[in-house]
């Protein structure tokens, strides 16, 4: 079946850096555009941006630009996040989430999600 | 940006009742509006998109309607496995935005 599996969680120092990963199986990576949700501790969720699974071009939100960065790797069916220069601030689960759409309208949705991996920022 | 706005924030329900979430958008959003509930420690699942179609194997319980800017998730009788927290989200416009979530806990 379709499915998002992600790495498991991180403990990171304030300054270093994270690279999550959201492995991709059931159907064709780079027919679905990937997308990264973020959700601080009792938050609600924020989208962050996406990439193009065919281009690799990346799209990032308002808020998420300079130390995120999304890439992947198509030969494993993989999307990474990884986020720089972290901040106590950045602790959250990340989701990866790919985004479905209809053939005949413009509706989208974002379906399936990987089940979220944790980073924790602290001293 | 277009803002999303929900309500209740939280509500205490019991088995069987009937419970209805509402949620706001700040402009029209046609029917460009989904709903996912997310379980604690859990990542959200798809219930609803396009404002009032039930996502496939989600019980049938749940139902969505509204167009414009506003939305309401019904929940016919709420079951065991239904207290959770409920989000809606559009996808009329970039970027894509979520409600606060609606908490559903036990009466």
């Known amino acids: 079946q379709v499915q998002l599996v992600q790495s498991g969680s991180e403990l990171k120092k304030p300054g270093a850096s994270v690279k999550v990963s959201c492995k991709a199986s059931?159907?064709?990576?780079?027919?679905?555009?990937m997308n990264w949700v973020r959700q601080a501790p009792g938050q609600g969720l924020e989208w962050m941006g996406w990439?193009?699974?065919?281009?690799?071009?990346?799209t990032y939100a308002q808020g998420f630009t300079g130390r995120f960065v999304f890439s992947l790797d198509t030969s494993v069916s993989t999307a990474y996040l990884q986020i720089s220069s972290l901040k106590a601030e950045d602790t959250a689960v990340y989701y990866c989430?790919?985004?479905?759409?209809?053939?005949?309208?413009?509706?989208?949705?974002?379906?399936?999600w990987g089940q979220g991996t944790l980073v924790t920022v602290s001293s | 940006d277009i803002q999303m706005t929900q309500s209740p924030s939280s509500l205490s329900a019991s088995v069987g009742d009937r419970v209805t979430i509402t949620c706001r958008a700040s402009?029209?959003?046609?029917?460009?509006l989904n709903w996912y509930q997310q379980k604690p420690g859990k990542a959200p699942k798809l219930l609803i998109y396009?404002?009032?179609s039930l996502q496939s194997g989600v019980p049938s319980r749940f139902s969505g309607s509204g167009s414009g800017t506003d939305f309401t998730l019904t929940i016919s009788s709420l079951q065991p496995e239904d207290f959770a927290t409920y989000y809606c989200?559009?996808?009329?416009?970039?970027?894509?935005?979520f409600g606060p979530g609606t908490k559903v806990d036990i009466k």
């Open positions: 989430a790919t985004l479905e759409a209809a053939t005949v309208t413009n509706h989208n949705w974002f379906d399936p």
């Open positions: 059931g159907y064709t990576f780079t027919s679905y555009a």
């Open positions: 990439i193009n699974t065919n281009t690799g071009n990346p």
């Open positions: 402009q029209s959003i046609s029917s460009y």
């Open positions: 396009a404002a009032s």
């Open positions: 989200q559009q996808s009329y416009s970039t970027p894509p935005s």
